[in-house]
């Protein structure tokens, strides 16, 4: 359900938090929590990634996005659980992803 709402994400990323915003950097910081902890406690060799198509991949870029605008709104003492810290790596290997199979053709704002 976290990928319908891209869209959305991508309008909030350059906004300054609101009620609005902040609720939804809240309930977003919980989901991927929640995404972090899966792929931990699943284990081995198991990425999210390797799931994923190019296309889910940029949804979570947009989100990544939306996420890391407002990464000072959870500062480190905050964010025990760690998930920034993996939305940096993860945000690494979506644009990656997205270069290596979109190249010239990316817009601007899915950067």
Not at 9 to 31: G, N
Not at 85 to 91: A, G, S, V
């Amino acid at each position: 359900m976290l990928l319908v709402d891209s869209d959305v994400y991508q309008k909030a990323t350059d906004r300054e938090l609101d009620a609005v915003t902040w609720e939804l950097l809240k309930s977003t910081k919980m989901k991927l929590d929640i995404l972090h902890g899966l792929e931990e406690r699943i284990g081995g060799q198991y990425k999210i990634e390797d799931n994923l198509s190019v296309g889910k991949m940029n949804q979570l870029c947009l989100i990544n996005n939306f996420m890391l605008a407002h990464k000072k709104e959870f500062p480190s003492s905050v964010d025990v659980s760690g998930t920034y810290t993996w939305i940096d790596q993860k945000q690494a290997i979506y644009k990656k992803a997205l270069s290596d199979s979109l190249g010239d053709k990316r817009m601007e704002n899915e950067k």
